[in-house]
């Protein structure tokens, strides 16, 4: 089962294998774990219905950031377990001078209190993680993201967060223009649009990323550990 199963129709898949899209990229040697946005303001405190979840945070996704949390703290334990690089870029507390265009847009996001910015507690970071603050979609626009890559050597990232259409989807299509190779393990992104996220899934399955369910990332990261081990 694949998230834009009866969403994109088989005219649609038809036209992308026409052109050759949708080749797995595969992964690289050095991963990296990039947590994105998984604060509060996104899953809500506790795991509520979509419609009382925002009665808390009106950019709260509900039910379905819980689930991709528990995908994601999977993915977190290994890399936990191997001391391989876990980065968390994440929206920094907004004040007044940060309303651009965004806060045009959605005036919600100017309205959360301090408490929505702390991240959540099944996956939050720990002592040597990396904090990657930053105020616009993409994790890598304006921040020290690739000079921490560069520093730590990386060739692949594993995307996971919110929203798949928004901060998710914008971070992989710059890792992809900086040339990484990029997995989003299905379950770990999460988004409050059940559309928005099996569309920009399967887009950026055809065209960025290698999008995969988690167990399938969990059992290609195993064979890259036996690898290093070998060698």
């Known amino acids: 089962m694949r998230p834009w199963d009866g969403i994109i129709t088989d005219e649609d898949r038809r036209a992308y294998d026409a052109a050759g899209f949708g080749r797995s990229a595969g992964m690289g040697r050095r991963p990296a774990l990039l947590i994105i946005d998984v604060q509060y303001r996104t899953t809500g405190s506790l795991p509520l219905p979509f419609w009382q979840a925002v009665e808390e945070y009106p950019t709260s996704c509900g039910e379905v950031a819980w689930q991709a949390v528990k995908h994601i703290s999977t993915v977190l334990e290994l890399f936990r377990r191997k001391r391989w690089p876990v980065l968390f870029p994440h929206v920094a507390p907004k004040v007044l001078q940060d309303g651009g265009r965004l806060a045009a847009k959605v005036p919600s ?98 065209k960025y990323a290698d999008v995969l369910p988690t167990s399938d990332l969990l059992k290609s990261l195993e064979k890259l550990m036996e690898r290093d081990d070998v060698q």
Request: proline share 6%; aromatic share 10%.
């Open 109 to 206: 996001i100017m309205t959360i209190p301090p408490v929505g910015y702390r991240f959540v507690r099944e996956v939050a970071p720990i002592d040597g993680d990396i904090l990657i603050p930053k105020k616009h979609p993409s994790a890598f626009f304006g921040t020290t993201l690739v000079s921490h890559l560069v520093d730590l050597k990386v060739d692949s990232l594993i995307m996971t967060g919110c929203t798949t259409s928004g901060c998710v989807r914008a971070s992989v299509v710059d890792a992809f223009s900086y040339n990484f190779h990029v997995a989003v393990p299905q379950e770990c992104v999460y988004d409050r649009s059940t559309i928005a996220h099996g569309v920009n899934l399967f887009d950026m399955a055809q």
